[in-house]
């Protein structure tokens, strides 16, 4: 049985991806950062029964900056793959807070890196690298051989993680794997990213629990597509003869504007009606347009996207109305 240690298990692919290795027989190991608050719903049902947890899936607490604490967790449970998942992954967050996304996002993988180059054991390792790394577009498509021109902390932070991940398979021959992942969302996404945002306030308005959303640029351009199809494209490329890195996109960009269109057309709304622009969201630097090409991981992985951008958006407006109206059925509001 193959061992695989997820950081940031308890985020949007963290989830994904800890389904999958369980599905494919792996003893799966993630790391969880203390939280005042439950932080684990999203792998909450990956246990049998909330009292007995799953045998093959164990976390432990810890925090990808405490050095010492992933070097013991590391040595503890050897594994043959990590799957760097864990960062401060919000770009306007990463305005407010740059040393902060430094620490975790760029120290942190080295902390993973160093640990591989200690241990002694071929550790296979996966970076989750972003297409935020491309930034002010050099080339469209953006493909593995683009040039980079990060605009943001966070992208800043990637890079050098990327990099390093990069040097460390060139100088030490370690299996480490960059994937240039474009944006990916999920009923699961965090609410404050904006395809969560909107689905999420669609549906509350649609059941009258609000009125007005306010957002930040409508022009910026995504290439948007499912998290469950990219933690699948994180797994093949640890499973490959040779590391190397892979950009993950659909191929499609869409503005935030037709992500608002789609959504609110499919719960029978006018965003017209309820959207305001709020200048707090706006960033310093913006990232204008993302677009990628992915042949090589189609090529190489036998990689392909399934759900498209509508399908992905309609998913994400019915979960949330479905979730919104439980909570309103719970409270005897309708
Ligand atoms: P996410 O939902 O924000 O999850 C981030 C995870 O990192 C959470 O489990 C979080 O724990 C954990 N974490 C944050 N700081 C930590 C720390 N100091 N120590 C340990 N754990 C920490 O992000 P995601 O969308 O799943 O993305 C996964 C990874 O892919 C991230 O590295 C992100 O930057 C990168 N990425 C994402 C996309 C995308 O479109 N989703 C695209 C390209 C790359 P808590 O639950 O406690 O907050
Ligand atoms: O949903 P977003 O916050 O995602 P962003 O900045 O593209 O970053 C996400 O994808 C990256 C991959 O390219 C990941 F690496 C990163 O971890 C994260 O998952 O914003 C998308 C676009 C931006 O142009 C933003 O300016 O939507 C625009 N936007 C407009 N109004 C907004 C809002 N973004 C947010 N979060 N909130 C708004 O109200």
Known sequence: MKTAL???????????????????????????????????????????????????????????????????????????????????????????????????????????????????KRTRFYQASSSEMFGLVQETPQRETTPFYPRSPYAVSKMFAHWMTVNYREAYDIFACSGILFNHESPRRGETFVTRKITRAAARIKLGLEDVLYLGNLDARRDWGFAGDYVEAMWMMLQQDAPDDYVVATGETHTVRDFLDVTFDHLGLDWRKH???????????????????????????????????????????????????????SEGRI
């Open 6 to 120: 997820i950081t940031g298990i308890s985020g949007q692919d963290g989830s994904y991806l800890a389904e999958l290795l369980l599905a494919k027989g792996y003893q799966v190991h993630g790391l969880i950062r203390r939280s005042s608050t439950f932080n684990t719903s999203r792998i909450q049902h990956l246990y049998q029964d909330p009292h007995t947890p799953n045998p093959r899936l164990s976390l432990t607490y810890g925090d990808l900056t405490d050095e010492g604490a992933v070097i013991r967790l590391v040595e503890r449970i050897q594994p043959d793959e990590i799957y760097n998942l864990a960062a401060q992954s919000h770009v306007r967050v990463s305005f407010d807070s740059p040393g902060y996304t430094a620490d975790v996002t760029a120290r942190g993988t080295l902390n993973l890196l160093e640990c591989i180059r200690h241990s002694g």
């Open 275 to 329: 959207v305001k622009i709020d200048p707090r969201y706006f960033r310093p630097t913006e990232v204008d347009l993302l677009l990628g090409d992915s042949t090589r991981a189609r090529e190489k992985l036998g990689w392909a996207p399934r759900v498209r951008f509508q399908e992905l958006a309609k998913m994400m407006a019915d979960a949330d109305l479905a979730a919104e109206s439980r909570i309103c059925k």
